[in-house]
T-cell receptor, first 116, second 112 residues
Framework: GAVVSQHPSRVICKSGTSVKIECRSLDFQATTMFWYRQFPKQSLMLMATSNEGSKATYEQGVEKDKFLINHASLTLSTLTVTSAHPEDSSFYIC????????????FGPGTRLTVL | DAKTTQPTSMDCAEGRAANLPCNHSTISGNEYVYWYRQIHSQGPQYIIHGLKNNETNEMASLIITEDRKSSTLILPHATLRDTAVYYCIVRVASRGTYKYIFGTGTRLKVLA
């Protein structure tokens, strides 16, 4: 149980275009979803937290107009990287957490974004 | 706002116990310690978590010092498939929910 999927697994796009990444909880309802970014050989950095039906809460230094997050249902959250630039190239990972008593986050497999 | 420090890398012989340390000297009384591992280019996998008591499950044991300023993850019989980056995480309360603060991770290499 507790499977989280992401789509696509890998995407290459041109500079200036927008890219949407989907995160789905397959076998549980995710009250909260999280988006992380990971640069090569570095740790995961939290970008934002989203609760279903609410606006996302962004971490300091993360541009909310550039990284649009939508959490429209209890099983789906999307991250849209708008006007992508080469410096946005990274590994984007989502995680999801259901309700108590389970407290841990379950992570998706990640999406590798390359902006040319 | 890193709350944990870990050694950058460790080696362990196959079949032996792997002991991965983590310092979290600024942890608050109600903040949990979580451990995950990440195999190359995949999402992190949950291992174990605890608050102040030692914990054990089918994957590992977690030993937390009495003052809660450090902890050790123990993989009792390491296999080659345990080669991964292991993250020690503090879970903090933030704006009505809980979020993870990841450490820098320890790259564990299990040697045949």
């Amino acid at each position: 149980g507790a499977v989280v999927s992401q789509h696509p697994s890998r995407v290459i796009c041109k500079s200036g275009t927008s890219v949407k990444i989907e995160c789905r909880s397959l076998d549980f309802q995710a009250t909260t979803m999280f988006w992380y970014r990971q640069f090569p050989k570095q740790s995961l950095m939290l970008m934002a937290t989203s609760n279903e039906g609410s606006k996302a809460t962004y971490e300091q230094g993360v541009e909310k107009d550039k990284f649009l997050i939508n959490h429209a249902s209890l099983t789906l959250s999307t991250l849209t990287v708008t006007s992508a630039h080469p410096e946005d190239s990274s590994f984007y990972i989502c995680s999801a957490r259901g309700g108590l008593p389970v407290t841990e986050q379950f992570f998706g497999p990640g999406t590798r974004l390359t902006v040319l | 706002d890193a709350k944990t420090t870990q050694p950058t890398s460790m080696d362990c012989a196959e079949g032996r116990a792997a002991n991965l340390p983590c310092n979290h000297s600024t942890i608050s009384g109600n903040e949990y310690v979580y451990w995950y591992r990440q195999i190359h280019s995949q999402g992190p996998q949950y291992i174990i978590h605890g608050l102040k008591n030692n914990e054990t499950n089918e994957m590992a044991s977690l030993i937390i010092t009495e003052d809660r300023k450090s902890s050790t993850l123990i993989l009792p019989h390491a296999t080659l498939r345990d080669t991964a980056v292991y993250y020690c995480i503090v879970r903090v309360a933030s704006r009505g929910t809980y979020k993870y603060i990841f450490g820098t991770g320890t790259r564990l290499k299990v040697l045949a």
